[in-house]
C-alpha cells in the first residue's frame, strides 16, 4: 500500500495542442512577414512610377499599399486568427493580378511572382497552397497566352511568357516538395509526442491511467469545477493480503490479479471515470458529478465484483478489496486533502476487518 500525497498543483499541458498553437503562430507570423515584402515592393514600385511621371499608377500602387498597411495593423490588434492567413492570402492575389494586367513599372510587375510562391506555401501548407499555385498560374497562363485578354495592358514578348510559366511551375514544385517533407517531419514528431504522452500517462501492466494522469484529472476536474460548482466523489481502494497472495502464488499470478481487478474497475465505471493504479496494489477511481453517497454505493459494488475474482482461479484465491470514500466539492481546499480523507477511510476499511468500504 501506498500512503503521502504529492501536494504540488501541476501544470499539465496538452503537446499536441500546443503544436497546433505553433503552427497557427507561425503562419499568422508569414503572413505578417508577406504584407511587410509586399507594401515594401509596392512602395518602391510607387515611387518609382512618381519618379517616372507615371502619377495614376503611382497612386494606385501607393493607394494598395496603404490598403496593405491597414491590413497588417489589423492583424496585429486582433490576435493570432485562423481567418488571418484567408484574408492576407486573398489581398495579395488581387495585387498580384493587378501587377500581371498592368504590368506594374517597367514590366516588373511579374516579378512578384517570386515572392507569392513560397509565401502562400508557408500561408497554407503544401497541399492546399500547391492547389491554390496551380489555379494561380493556371489563370495566369490563360491571361498571357489568351489573344486579347481583356484588362492586360501590359506588354510581354511570347518568350518571356514561356518562360515565366516554366519558372512559375518549377518553383511551385520544388517550394511544395520541401514543405512536404516539413509536414512529413512535423507529423512523425507529432505521433512520437502523442505516443510519449500515452506512454507517460499509463501504467504498464494494468492499462489503467497512473498516478500522474490521476493527478492531471483532479486538477482538471478541480479547475471545471470552480466555475461549475459541481461535485465528484474519490475512491481509493487496497486489495486485501496481496503481500501474501504473491509470496504464495508468485509474483506472476499477482500481476495477474493486478490485470483482472483492473478490467473489473474498468467494465463497472463510466466512460468518463478516471480508473487508475495509484500505486502497488492500490487504486484510484475518480467520478464526476457524482456524490459522497453514490460513491459508496459504486465502491460497494465494486468490492463486489472484486470478490467475485476468487472463484476465477484454480484453485480458488481469496481476493477482496477494502475503499474509502470521500466527496471533493468547491470548497474543498486542495486535493491533497481530498486524497488522504479516502485514504484515512481505506486504512478504517482495512482495520475494520477488510472487504469493506469507508464513506463516513
Sequence with gaps: MTSGYDHQNLAFRDPIEEAH???????????GYMLIFAMAITGAM?????????????????????????AYITINLIGPS????VLVGILLLVLYFYLLLSGGVNNTGLMWAVMLVPGFINLYGYKRGTGTLIAVGSATAL???YPDFPGLTAEYDTAYRARFIAVFGALTALTALLDSSRHQTQQLLQRLTQE????????????LANRREAYRAINELERRNRHLEGRYAVLIGDLDNFKRINDTYGHAFGDRVLQDVAQVLRDNT????????WGGEEF?????????HGGGILAEKLRDKVEALSGKYDPPVTISISFGVAEGDPTCATHGQLLAEADARMY?????????VMAV
Design 46 to 70: 510607387a515611387l518609382i512610377a512618381l519618379t517616372g511621371g507615371d502619377i495614376w499608377q503611382a497612386s494606385a500602387l501607393f493607394g494598395v499599399g496603404g490598403v496593405i498597411l491597414a
Design 143 to 145: 491571361i498571357l497566352f
Design 196 to 207: 510519449l504522452e500515452s506512454r507517460a500517462s499509463t501504467d504498464a501492466l494494468t492499462g
Design 284 to 292: 484510484l477511481v475518480l467520478l464526476p458529478n457524482t456524490d459522497l
Design 21 to 31: 498553437q505553433l503552427e497557427l503562430r507561425r503562419r499568422v507570423q508569414a503572413s
Design 82 to 85: 485562423r481567418m488571418t492567413p
Design 270 to 277: 463510466r466512460a468518463d471515470d478516471i480508473v487508475a493504479r
Design 348 to 356: 478504517r476499511a482495512k482495520d475494520a476487518g477488510r472487504n469493506k
